[in-house]
């Protein structure tokens, strides 16, 4: 994949956090077993997530060694999807998606695939609806959310939780009805209500930008500084510029930016070693 040939020759002269992820095999047939639930405990307790919500999800991510890039915008079919090739766990983001809450969720979704699902078939409704458990139990935990979450449709109370949380409305909804504090009835009715003022596409309240990967463009950046340049780095990396600025890049980018970058030095030193890459603070 390109985003392992990316990393690879990156790697080759930065360090990157060691891959940290656990495994918890799930039975992709058992569509009542908790261990969706328990996977996303315990990876809260692998990576020391403190009580209450969830910080910089990618940043978090990417501190415990999984790549986060975007997907060409032309090739970009689905919301998000993850692999582990042996490189490392990687997760690919759609570069159309501008929603930060929905955003979050994808991340958590396959993030639950990294932890449950390496050796399983993609895409089927068991395996698809044991990451989304995961991901609710992570950025919303049962036992922090059970007792604050509202019976009814309570949207002051919803909208301050969409904010603390970083989720969507809908998913709060989604939560509350699977926890069994809001009936199905008020759940469908709440629905309902969403479709009807146009919310399901897009919610009310200020949109937050989306959560944006750093362990590759802080990687560029550092070898930049020491006149290494990103056609001397993509001809490493065996991929044409235009790929190598996508799978690098804070933000998507368009086409149109993919004009060369400047030539290489002839000779780049970069000492005996690899340059550190330290964690970024949340």
Not at 106 to 123: C, Q, T, Y
Not at 172 to 185: A, E, F, K, P, T
């Amino acid at each position: 994949m390109i985003a392992g040939d990316v990393g690879a020759a990156l790697e080759r002269h930065v360090e990157f956090p060691d891959s940290n992820i656990p495994r918890l095999s799930v039975d992709v047939d058992d569509e009542t077993s908790t261990m969706p639930e328990e996977a996303a405990r315990l990876l809260r307790k692998h990576w020391d997530i403190k009580t209450g919500p969830v910080g910089h999800l990618v940043r978090l991510a990417e501190n415990n060694g999984v790549v986060v890039v975007f997907s060409p915008a032309q090739t970009a079919a689905v919301d998000a999807y993850s692999f582990d090739d042996g490189y490392r766990p990687t997760i690919v983001l759609n570069p159309a998606k501008e929603d930060y809450y929905r955003q979050r969720f994808d991340v958590a979704h396959e993030i639950g695939h990294l932890v449950m699902h390496v050796d399983a078939e993609p895409g089927s409704k068991v395996v698809e609806n044991q990451a989304h458990r995961f991901a609710a139990e992570l950025l919303l935990p049962e036992d922090e959310l059970r007792d604050i979450l509202p019976s009814k449709a309570d949207w002051r109370i919803l909208a301050t939780l969409k904010e603390a949380y970083g989720v969507s409305l809908q998913a709060l909804l989604y939560r509350s009805r699977s926890l069994g504090v809001m009936s199905d009835v008020t759940y469908r009715n709440a629905i309902a209500y969403l479709s009807s003022k146009g919310w399901r596409r897009r919610e009310p309240g200020e949109m937050p930008a989306v959560e944006q990967p750093s362990l590759y463009p802080r990687a560029v950046e550092i070898l930049s500084s020491v006149g290494m340049d990103e056609m001397a780095l993509s001809k490493e990396a065996r991929v044409t510029p235009g790929l190598f600025r996508t799978v690098t890049a804070r933000v998507p980018v368009s086409e149109e930016l993919f004009s060369e970058p400047q030539a290489a030095p002839s000779k780049v030193h970069l000492g005996e070693g690899v340059i550190p890459l330290f964690r970024e603070r949340e």
